[in-house]
């Protein structure tokens, strides 16, 4: 090893690194033996101020007495600032970003001599970008037809049926019970939850009712109460139920017509803005394109992402892979949570194995999200303060808080960063697709 300045000023230490692998560093420094007793001094003093031992007033300890009574804290606190500090001050003096915590190994403290340790790291890959110029994505041309934006008007039009009772008549194919219903596995050993379900509308003979409902209680009259099986199917669309036979128990409240508005420009008027229906048919129509082409688009670029990661292969720290990991974990779970999953049953999710399904799509991410910021640098893309309180003001619009708020919050957990390098990575996206064409 030879002698070399740091950043602190202190011509002694002294300090070597290793290139351990693509991304893997390690630096060994040693700290001068008079700048650790130095350290150990301010921190003796710190002791002396706060400890308090039988036989001496507060604050008036003596050195001698701290150093023997409190000799592995002392070591600790050293360490804990004198570690950090130099391992630093190295780094940046040979030009290295860690872009993880630093793993200390064969630490050497012993009074009056160095300081000395190990730091395994890692940093950025060096990442040439090629090809990517040469991309090519899918720009294909958007159609709605006719048909599907009479389609969904019809759509519009059945949200805004009235219902209205019918009496003195039994259950008649077109006509919905108004019910309740509990159903429960046949199986007696089946521990599928049960349903529940109050105030439902059944269609009899509906395309979309199960077979089994409007068999049973065609013919039924309102007060009545039926009991019957259904057998679901093996490829049902609720998989809690696929394959299983439910018995339920139908109680009808009263019997329902439905009625459906005329398609007319009064009807036009009833759904807000609109003074027409051709107006609604036209907004329609511009949602659907909108719909379209943004789905269109997003399948292109992500296609165009994949390409761009399969022409440049490169190490990917793995402190980066971990980190993303987590956040794609965090999003799963809350997910979750929305959906109403309890905490105790996360809690017993099988968590190394989810962690490793989500490793090589994590890898995918943390790949692109380095290529583009690479692109954005040679390119010169950057992002603006307009677009950037933009983003913020659009975050606190979902939120349902001020931009001050949503700024203080994202300050405390270094998301403001986040959300700039986002923005310019989807700039960037647009610029390659937009060259692709």
Not at 103 to 122: M, N, Q, Y
Not at 151 to 162: F, P, S, Y
Not at 280 to 299: D, G, P, S, T, Y
Not at 307 to 313: A, F, M, P, Q, S
């Amino acid at each position: 090893m030879s002698p070399t300045e740091t950043a602190g000023g202190h011509a002694d230490t002294k300090s070597e690194a290793t290139k351990q692998g693509g991304v893997k560093r390690e630096i060994s420094v040693e700290i001068p033996a008079e700048e650790v007793a130095r350290e150990t001094e301010v921190i003796v003093q710190k002791y002396q101020k706060m400890a308090r031992l039988p036989g001496f007033r507060r604050g008036h300890v003596p050195a001698s007495i701290i150093r023997q009574r409190f000799k592995e804290d002392l070591k600790s606190d050293v360490v804990e600032a004198l570690v950090p500090r130099y391992f630093n001050q190295e780094a940046e003096r040979q030009g290295m970003v860690p872009v993880s915590q630093p793993r200390v190994t064969d630490l050497h403290i012993h009074e009056g001599e160095p300081l000395r340790f190990k730091a395994s790291f890692e940093v950025m890959p060096e990442i040439k970008v090629e090809g990517y110029k040469e991309l090519r994505a899918d720009h294909p041309q958007i159609e709605v037809k006719d048909e599907e934006v009479e389609e969904a008007l019809n759509n519009v039009r059945e949200q805004h049926a009235t219902f209205t009772s019918v009496e003195g008549r039994p259950l008649a194919d077109g006509d919905f019970a108004q019910a309740s219903m509990d159903g429960r596995p046949k199986d007696a050993d089946d521990k599928t939850k049960p349903v529940h379900m109050d105030e439902v509308l059944i269609e009899i003979g509906g395309k979309n009712t199960v077979a089994e409902f409007s068999e049973n209680l065609r013919g039924a009259n309102a007060g009545d109460t039926r009991e019957f099986d259904v057998v679901y199917a093996e490829d049902a669309p609720d998989k809690r139920l696929a394959g299983k036979t439910f018995v339920y128990t139908v109680k009808i409240h009263a019997i329902k017509q439905k009625s459906l508005p005329e398609l007319n420009d009064d009807f036009a008027k009833e759904l807000g803005e609109f003074t027409s229906l051709d107006q609604v048919r036209k907004q329609i129509r511009e949602n659907m394109l909108a719909e379209r082409k943004h789905a269109a688009e997003r399948e292109a670029k992500d296609k165009l992402v994949a390409d761009l990661v399969k022409r440049n292969d490169f190490e990917v720290p793995e402190s980066l892979i971990d980190r993303q990991i987590d956040l794609r974990l965090e999003r799963g779970l809350r997910a979750l949570a929305a959906q109403g999953m309890k905490m105790e049953d996360m809690k017993k999710m099988d968590l190394p194995r989810l962690r490793a399904g989500q490793r090589d799509q994590a890898v995918q991410d943390v790949k692109s999200s380095l290529l583009l910021e690479r692109i954005a640098e040679l390119e010169g893309i950057t992002v603006s303060d307009e677009e950037f309180n933009h983003e913020i003001e659009a975050l606190a619009r979902q939120s349902k808080q001020s931009p001050e708020a949503v700024r203080a919050r994202l300050t405390e957990d270094g998301g403001l960063a986040r959300i700039r390098n986002r923005i310019r990575s989807e700039k960037t996206l647009d610029v390659l697709y937009h060259q692709s064409a």
